[in-house]
């Protein structure tokens, strides 16, 4: 998700609730959003197992990236080889034939793995919407905990069903460690 | 990890953290060292030594640049010498890094979270100093460039049917993966150091390189599975890495080169000397900066173990080489057994044996596996006979092949010393810069070995 898709929404980028676990945060999570809340988000200091279920996200689609940029790093290595070693620069040795497929393998192996392997990175890092050095969430100064030993939950305002005063109280409803405005 | 969270902490055996420690302690404990912990005396006096002997590299390969490789002790027929010797044994340091980051981590062993960081860093510097010796013996360095495949006006391409090009590709890709291994698995800890900061361009500066990273579910979600992409393909790779750097020897026809055990047995060899250089290395650091709570005698002992078992395949690979010159029947293999033993390199070869293979077998009694004294000192030994390994199967086959005529004896000069101590300073130069600049340890995966990070139960009940 990108800041985009939140923004200019008006002042209050959305609310949120400190939590002191890992078990309360996932808890509190699934509880927002079988309450119908559709655009909220989950921080953490460590990546912790179905949370991203818990808020409602099972978009994944860095494997995908992952095997395009394979295919492409091995198809275009194994082009290269055979474009040099037959069409544009043959060197014929004892009449061996140009077409050596075996002694192509391992540059096509290694291409194919360094392909994926910044695809994985690349993908992963533009995918998250990185790099963004400013996100309204920092705003609150407590967030500087959420990479330390806290646990966040976001609604944003931008939530169809967002509603100051009544989202609040539902949040304190999750028994949060406090609540604190998100300005944008 | 998630992945590493299925991991019952509470064990029977050493636990991967000691007692007591919370979140906060762990991220105190590791943060602190990199963000207010002063600069020692003792770190000051280590740099300008380490720093002098890079320093002493940059001369030797400034003075190389301008007489050609004539002042190292190659010749014909030793055409390789010290740089390949080198190369070979600096690669291989390098895959023990990627064998804890991929390899373990595939495997759920989290023991490795608390030591995977600086073995990934290791295995960068390591291979950067490896590079160097393939680079300097071109001859012409300058021209390094022509090895890679691009358009140009002399309308050539490289041999893609060489073990040489081969490695030109194995190498670099082993290099720009470890990079971004390691990268990504320090974007989590940037922002932890950034969010602690206190002085605003240090926080700056590790602000930019964490991107913007919060910690999202959404993020933590694709990262997870970008990390375990990254480690499935870092596991063949590292597999072929030295495989390929085998087929440089196993492909040619010098006796004691041409064989088909080489690629298992130089893998074998390489996480051998790696997990040397990670004890080495990790049992001066963990008492100095204080980290025993989380380098346990656990994560020693295992990395002894992994020791024994792999020097125990390099032992497997020497008696085979042994049995091969004796079962082959060719008299230039056997030739090449006699002359381990009773040509004028015997020394080395007795000196191989008692490091690689008879010291190292006392890791069996536990009493050595748990002293750090003695451990350093085998890693050491180990380390010294993983370098003589590669002397021996360079130089030694090559001092005398198939002619008489050719035979010929190989001494290195004080070039080839200064430019091989060098390569250790400039290793040390950047470990000792790494472990004040970055967290050594990677404080995020060792945060998922609490159990408060478990949240089954919760997610059960929910479901």
């Known amino acids: ?184 | 990890m998630a992945t590493n969270t299925q991991i019952p902490v509470a064990d029977r055996r050493v636990p991967v953290i000691a007692p007591g420690h919370t979140f906060s302690t762990i991220t105190e404990k590791i943060s602190n060292i990199v963000l207010s912990r002063p600069v020692s005396l003792g770190w000051i006096v280590g740099f300008l030594i380490v720093f002098s002997m890079m320093n002493m590299l940059m001369m030797a390969l400034g003075y190389l640049f301008i007489k050609g490789t004539g002042i190292w002790g190659i010749n014909i027929p030793i055409g390789w010498g010290f740089a390949i010797v080198n190369f070979v044994w600096w690669i291989g340091i390098g895959h023990a890094g990627t064998l804890i980051s991929a390899i373990l981590c595939l495997l759920r062993q989290s023991w490795r979270n608390s030591i995977n960081r600086f073995a990934e860093a290791m295995t960068l510097f390591a291979v950067a100093c490896a590079g160097i010796f393939p680079l300097a013996h071109t001859g012409r360095p300058w021209l390094a460039y022509w090895l890679f495949p691009y358009p140009n006006t002399m309308n050539y391409w490289p041999n893609f049917r060489s073990p040489l090009v081969w490695d030109v590709f194995a190498v670099s890709t082993y290099f720009i993966i470890s990079l971004v291994f390691w990268f990504v698995g320090l974007i989590p800890d940037l922002a932890t150091l950034r969010d602690r900061a206190e002085n605003p361009w240090v926080r700056r500066i590790y602000g930019l390189l964490a991107m913007g990273w919060r910690g999202s579910a959404r993020h933590w979600h694709r990262y997870d599975t970008a990390y375990l992409l990254l480690a499935g393909l870092a596991t063949p790779l590292v597999l072929s890495v030295h495989t390929v750097v085998s087929f440089d020897f196993a492909v040619g026809i010098v006796p004691g080169w041409h064989t088909t055990i080489f690629p298992p047995y130089f893998v074998a060899g390489a996480i051998y000397s790696g997990f040397a250089m990670v004890l080495c290395l990790a049992i001066p650091i963990r008492k100095i900066y204080g980290l025993q709570d989380f380098i346990t005698m656990r994560h020693l002992e295992n990395a002894a173990k992994v020791m024994l078992a792999t020097g125990l395949i390099v032992a497997y690979g020497y008696g085979m080489e042994a049995f091969m010159g004796w079962y082959s029947g060719n008299k230039f293999d056997s030739f090449l057994l006699w002359n381990r033993l009773h040509g004028p390199y015997r020394l080395t070869y007795m000196a191989l044996l008692a490091c690689n293979i008879f010291i190292p077998q006392v890791l069996w009694l536990k009493k050595f596996r748990v002293s750090t004294g003695w451990l350093w000192l085998i890693s050491f030994v180990v380390l010294v006979g993983m370098w003589l390994e590669r002397f021996i199967i360079v130089v030694v086959s090559l001092s005398r092949d198939f002619l008489t005529s050719s035979f010929g004896m190989y001494y290195p000069t004080k070039w080839d010393w200064m430019t091989f101590a060098g390569t250790i300073g400039m290793f040390l130069t950047a470990m000792w810069l790494f472990v004040r600049i970055l967290p050594m340890i990677s404080i995020f995966e060792l945060r998922t070995l609490l159990p408060e990070s478990q949240v089954h139960e919760a997610a059960e009940v929910k479901q």
């Open chain 1, 1 to 184: 998700m990108t800041m985009g898709d939140f923004s200019g929404n008006g002042p209050i980028y959305g609310l949120m609730a400190e939590f002191d676990s890992a078990k309360d945060l996932v808890a509190a999570a699934h509880k927002t959003h079988e309450a119908g809340y559709q655009k909220i988000d989950a921080y953490s200091p460590f990546p912790i197992e179905g949370l991203a279920e818990a808020i409602g996200f099972h978009e994944n689609s860095v494997p995908l990236v992952v095997l395009i940029g394979g295919l492409i790093g091995g198809i275009s290595a194994y082009a290269l080889q055979y474009w040099v070693a037959v069409i544009t620069y043959p060197v014929n040795v004892g009449g061996r034939p140009l077409h050596s497929w075996p002694s192509f393998i391992i540059v096509t192996f290694e291409l194919t793995i360094l392909f994926a392997g910044l695809s994985a990175a690349i993908g992963m890092i533009a995918l998250n919407g990185l790099p963004m050095p400013y996100h309204p969430v920092f705003n609150v100064p407590e967030f500087a905990k959420a990479s330390e030993n806290k646990f966040f939950l976001v609604v944003f305002s931008s939530d169809p069903k967002y509603d100051a005063a009544r989202t609040r109280s539902f949040l304190s409803g999750l028994a949060p460690r406090m609540i604190a405005e998100v300005p944008s």
